[in-house]
């Protein structure tokens, strides 16, 4: 107990670094997935191609690839980026094919309707495609989420702080107390994370939430109708 | 009026769905395509807004060859509706019918006193305005997508099987509301169905196909009753069967009309005896109403 409160102010701290290291690659594979995906999906040769790339990227260890990457783009061995580049590879790896697969699943007699109402193939991308591959986009920056907040632990192994570090430190000094902050740390973070994203999901995607209403509704209605037309 | 000069249109498969057709549809008229599943209706139509452009041929709107307009300003001034109405999922009722005003830069606001408007014109109660079209019932959905149609006031209206996937009522109530939508706006209607009695009853002029989107007949419903071109369409309209194969019968006195099953269609009249027929089925009906 005692060892909480003398490092509470520690514990604090790398809670913030792990969680701002955990922000930009969600945000990377997101934004760089979606046109990737969506380009497999549309140029239905190359999907086969892009999703055996990015499944060799995720095939990657992910220590190695924080000691390799310095030599390859010329950071320092310590510098945070290695680990923010590493796990951004990694979740456009995840996410591209959750991307290719939610603009698959998007109906092709939506766009097609989109289209012959007169969207233009830009404007049907922002309004109509992307909005309607959102839940299965969420679905996958959810589990991309939980997987990169994971990850940033082992960056600690390399010297890069966050939470990994009083995991590792447990394990060297023996101490489960610390071990286990590492751990509930970890976890906390990412509910957090979670719900923030299940939260962004409710209110950019409000229609998603008002489907199982839908039966009901449905039924209530068709009987003034069939009443009216006999 | 739309008029399709030798139109060829054949897919990159090597699928040819409409083979040196021509027709003129007229304006402010409703001309229905009808034949069964793909005799190349569906590509017709989408050749109108250049959904589909055709491999050779011409298709002109008032004089103007599509070819030459631009796709996306075209299909902005064509309302069209199809089978599942085709609404976006995540918009509500007002934002779908006001699709097309808003991406044509009408206000928001004025927009939406359109929409429930034309919630109005179409049968919808106002209130379903902020539904989704998931909260919504097969024939409502009918009824949005129609309105979408109607949004930006277009001459022309494309309807590909529009009532298709609603109940047999619904679907008869729809139809007489298209036919008072289209009387009251004058517009120039192209409407696709595989059903025959549907195109009979909403065409003043129907195309009927063979395989191959080759023309088998093209008349006011009237005239392909009365002489249809070959065994196909004989066939087709089921004019040697059922309820368009009558048969006079003389009962009481009077000519009475029989089905090839023998079942009571009518009575026969002369035009100025119509009234006279008015009153005796009037007569006779509340004389079936009597308790006995
Ligand atoms: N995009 C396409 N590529 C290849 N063949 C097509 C395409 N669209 C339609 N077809 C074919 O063209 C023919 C006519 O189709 P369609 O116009 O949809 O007929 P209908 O609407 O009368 O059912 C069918 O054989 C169909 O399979
Ligand atoms: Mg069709």
Redesign the interface.
Known sequence: MNWLIENAGQIWQLTLIHAGLSVPPIIVGLVLSVPIGWLANRYRASRGTVLAIVGILYAVPSLPLFLVLPSIIGTKVLDPANVVISLSIYAVAIMVRTASDAFAAV?V??L?????????TW?RFWS?EL??AGPVLLSGIRVVSVSTISLVSVGSVIGVPSLGYFFLRGFQVGFPLEIGVGIVGTIVIAVVFDLILAGLGRVL?P?TH??S??TR??IR??TP??V??? | MIEFRSVTKEFPDGTVAVRDFSLVIPSRRITVLVGSSGSGKTTIL?MI?R?VDPTSGVIEIDGNDVSTLEP??L??SIG?V?Q????????KVADNIA??PL?RGVKRKDARVRALELMDAVGLDRS?AD??P????G??QQRVGVA??LAVDPNILLLDEPFGAV?P??R??LQQELLRLQHDLDKTVVFVTHDIDEAFLLGHQVVIFKKGGLVAQVGTPQEILADPADEFVAKFIGADRGKRALRVRSEAGRDVLVDSEGRAAGVLVTDDDEAGAVAAASGASAQGDQPR
């Open positions: 109906d007699d939506v097609l309707a989109a289209t012959a109402v007169g969207f233009s404007r109509v909005p309607l995607m229609w008002r489907r209403r839908r509704v449905a209605d068709e109708e069939l009216e037309a006999a | 989408r807004n959904m996306v300003k299909r902005r069209y199809m599942n109405s085709g609404l976006l999922p995540h918009r699709t097309v991406l379903l539904r989704y998931s909260q919504l019932s024939g409502q979408r149609g109940d009522l619904v008869a109530e």
